[in-house]
T-cell receptor
Framework: GEDVEQSLFLSVREGDSSVINCTYTDSSSTYLYWYKQEPGAGLQLLTYIFSNMDMKQDQRLTVLLNKKDKHLSLRIADTQTGDSAIYFC???????????FGQGTTLQVKP | ETGVTQTPRHLVMGMTNKKSLKCEQHLGHNAMYWYKQSAKKPLELMFVYNFKEQTENNSVPSRFSPECPNSSHLFLHLHTLQPEDSALYLCASSQAAGGREGGYTFGSGTRLTVV
């Protein structure tokens, strides 16, 4: 079946940039998403990118998409302690009508 | 608030109890989902409903019984659970069965502990 892979853990210092990477296998993915999950909470949609775009910027967040390599990244500029959370990548296929989630990357921000 | 409300937030139940989890969405979405999130495990999709009809059941044990009376409400009825069923249960909704611009909108989850 289709799959989404992420590294499990990333640790950065406050003020640095964080880059979280994701790879996916579904060639029919129409939208790619980034979700954030804080402790004890559900998943919150952070941003998404349409598959015919290669970059999207939203304040401190930059999403890069390499469709040829099926690689997605999320860059958080000036990372703050409040950014500490689990970040999930997901691919959405208009063919299957499903979102496939990665296993999540835990971002630890040290003061 | 995301527009998807789950109750209760926390639930402790014995293995012989019967309880229900409730999810309600105020977004006008047509599809609703149940996910299980265990410690150190990826999100597990349990059930999918489209326009009140179940379209996916990912080999979930029969001790979990979903119910979708209308497009705005989703229940998960629980009976004779096992300790390994302790997890965060997340409800989500979407405009259609996924893969679209809005993605899924999640509730805050119900933290279930089976004792």
């Amino acid at each position: 079946g289709e799959d989404v892979e992420q590294s499990l853990f990333l640790s950065v210092r406050e003020g640095d940039s964080s880059v979280i990477n994701c790879t996916y296998t579904d060639s029919s993915s129409t939208y790619l998403y980034w979700y954030k999950q804080e402790p004890g909470a559900g998943l919150q949609l952070l941003t998404y990118i349409f598959s015919n775009m290669d970059m999207k910027q939203d304040q401190r967040l930059t999403v890069l998409l390499n469709k040829k390599d099926k690689h997605l990244s999320l860059r958080i500029a000036d990372t703050q302690t409040g950014d500490s959370a689990i970040y999930f990548c997901a691919s959405g296929s208009s063919n299957t009508g499903k979102l496939i989630f990665g296993q999540g990357t835990t971002l630890q921000v040290k003061p | 608030e995301t527009g998807v409300t789950q109750t209760p937030r926390h639930l402790v139940m014995g293995m012989t109890n019967k309880k229900s989890l409730k999810c309600e969405q105020h977004l006008g979405h047509n599809a609703m989902y149940w996910y299980k999130q265990s410690a150190k495990k990826p999100l597990e999709l349990m059930f999918v409903y489209n326009f009140k009809e179940q379209t996916e059941n990912n080999s979930v044990p029969s001790r979990f019984s979903p119910e979708c009376p209308n497009s705005s409400h989703l229940f998960l009825h629980l009976h004779t659970l096992q300790p390994e069923d302790s997890a965060l249960y997340l409800c989500a909704s979407s405009q259609a069965a996924g893969g679209r611009e809005g993605g899924y909108t999640f509730g805050s989850g119900t933290r279930l502990t089976v004792v």
